[in-house]
Structure formats: C-alpha cells, structure tokens
C-alpha cells in the first residue's frame, strides 16, 4: 500500500488538535510523517502538538505570524515526501480506518486518474470531538452561480450519502492528495494553495485546477472522519466581518483563476445574478464586507494571468468542466 503523508495547519486550535493529534496516531497505516505548521497560534496550542508529538514521527513548525492558510500548507507539502499526502484540519478526528480505507478505494484506479480522495465526514462536537448524527460532507459540489458547496452539510445520514460517486472536488478538511496531482497544477512558484487567498476558498481553486488537467476526485463514504467547523454552511452568512470579507474576495479570485469563455457561457445568467447579489448585500446589509470587493478588484490583473495561464494547461475541454456546475451532473456514479 503506497505511504502517505499528513499535514496540518494550526491557529488557535488548543481546543481539539490533540483528539486530531490522537487520532492521526492510531491509523491503521501509519502516516511517514506528520507535519504541523503552527501559524503564530497565541492560546498555547504549539505547546499540545509539541506533547502529544513526542510519541509521532511529527515536525513543527512554528511561525511568528500568521501568514494565512494557503502559505502555511504550502511550506507543511515541501517538508514531505510520500506519494500521497493528507490534508487535515486540526478540529477533524479520523477512524482508524480512514487512510487505509482511501488509499485502498484509489489502487487500481490508474485509468481514472485519481488525484484526490475524500471520505464522509459527519459533524463533531466537543474538546474530543465526539460523533453527531449529522453530515458534514460528502464531497465538494459546485453550481453554476460559481459556489461550492458541502454536499449533504448539515443533513441526517440518508441512504444515498453512502454511495461512492465521482465529485468535484475534497472538502480540505480531511482531503487525501495524489502528490503527482498536486505538482502537476502548482505554479511556477511552487504554489500548490493560492497563497494570494490567505484563507477560505483555496480548497474549491484546487479542485478546480485538478479538474482542468484531469485529475478526479472520489468519494469514498466507508472511510470516516468527524468534523467540527467553525464556520456551517447552513449558516449563511454568520460568520465574523473578517471572514466574510476574505469570502467575498475570494468568490471572485476564484473564477477570475479558473473560468474561462466556456464555463462563462455554460453558466450564464446564474453567476452574474450571484455577482449582482453578492455586491448588493456588500453595499447595503453587509458593509463589513465591502473592502473584498475592493481587494478582489486591486488583485484582478494577477488572478487573470493565473486564469489565462492555467487555461492554457488544461487538457479537459472547459465544456466538460463547465458540466459539474449544472443541475443533474454534480455527481457521477462509480463503477465497479
């Protein structure tokens, strides 16, 4: 069974990252290595990582500031080495199974070109991060006013969640990676996350990127993970100014990076009612969101070069990308 990495990203997380730590800890494929970037965490959480890593092939890395989750799980990818690596978040436990159950689900899919996993994720509550009966995820779906959604958040188990499927992409809080995949859409830079997102939305660009070169990602429901999330879709717009201004940002960031004429033309009217709408409410009800718009705008031209650059390396039609936006092909069955 190929070895696989796990990285983490921290701020603040004194809370849950040990019932994370713990977790990682006693898969039943060991990780090679555990990297942990602390991103200037002030609420003693490096303290944790350091004690609970002294019985883990673990590394940290502690920054003085926070320079965004993008830049850190940029450095935690160049510190590992296996052929696949996990992208964890520090509020998310896995079953034992979680890695093996993945890595098993991808062997012998070469013709596929699987590039990314992920497993069903329920809700988590609690310093343990004890298990809900509600869903978290079940894959990352997209539609064509440019969202992506959690599939199935917030919902009860139904019988159609514990299908696998093909989706657009991994939730990043529990997203297993094909390093091929990943050097494959990285930037000259070595950008496999936009660092120009900071944070929030970064997962969605990365899946979109793997989709352009053909890289798909699998649903695999029999692997479990049990997720707490800050911020619940279901929520709408709940979150902190702060949040919600990197969102709306990054919203537009997003597409600027990846849609081309296509996708534009496929999804029209229903990304600029979205547009309308968003900026809208940035103007009136939202107002501490209105700077997103303003940054969004400074940083056009670069994401548009991105955009242009990114098009010209795609090798699946914009056509069949455009697909996965529209109602009735969000997900594709797996066949055996």
């Avoid at 944790?48 to 799980?73: H, K, M, T, Y």
């Avoid at 509020?91 to 993945?102: F, G, N, S």
Wanted: aromatic content about 8%; glycine content about 6%.
């Amino acid at each position: 069974m190929s070895p696989a990495d796990v990285f983490l990203v921290v701020h603040n997380h004194a809370r849950t990252v040990r019932a994370t730590l713990e977790a990682v800890g006693t898969q039943s494929v060991s990780p090679e290595r555990i990297v942990v970037l602390d991103n200037a965490s002030t609420d003693g959480s490096a303290s944790i990582v350091q004690d609970v890593g002294r019985a883990l092939p673990l590394e940290q890395i502690r920054w003085p500031e926070n320079r965004g989750f993008s830049a850190a799980a940029n450095e935690a990818l160049r510190r590992s080495r296996a052929p696949w690596v996990l992208a964890l978040n520090p509020d998310c436990r896995l079953a034992p199974d979680y890695l093996e159950k993945l890595l098993e689900a991808q062997a012998g899919r070469d013709r596929e070109r699987v590039g990314a996993l992920t497993g069903l994720l329920m809700r988590a509550q609690g310093e343990e991060l004890a298990a809900t009966e509600s869903i978290d995820s079940a894959g990352m779906v997209v539609t064509a006013s440019g969202r992506h959604l959690d599939r199935a958040s917030g919902r009860a188990m139904r019988e159609r969640w514990l299908r696998s499927a093909w989706v657009f992409g991994a939730s990043g809080a529990a997203a297993l990676y094909r390093r091929e995949a990943l050097e494959d859409v990285s930037y000259p830079a070595g950008e496999v996350f936009d660092e120009t997102f900071f944070a929030y939305r970064e997962d969605a660009d990365l899946a979109w990127r793997l989709q352009r070169r053909g890289w798909h990602c699998l649903f695999w429901p029999t692997a479990r993970a049990w997720h707490e999330r800050g911020l619940k879709p279901e929520l709408n717009r709940r979150g902190t100014p702060e949040v919600n201004r990197h969102s709306v940002r990054n919203r537009f960031l997003l597409r600027w990076s990846n849609a081309d004429w296509r996708w534009r033309l496929a999804c029209f009217p229903w990304w600029a009612l979205r547009d309308v709408v968003v900026a809208g409410a940035c103007l009136t009800v939202e107002r501490s969101s209105a700077p997103g718009l303003s940054e969004a705008w400074a940083l056009r031209r670069q994401q548009r070069a991105r955009g242009r650059a990114n098009a010209s390396r795609a090798l699946v039609s914009g056509w069949l990308v455009a697909r996965w936006f529209l109602p009735g092909h969000r997900v594709r069955k797996v066949r055996s």
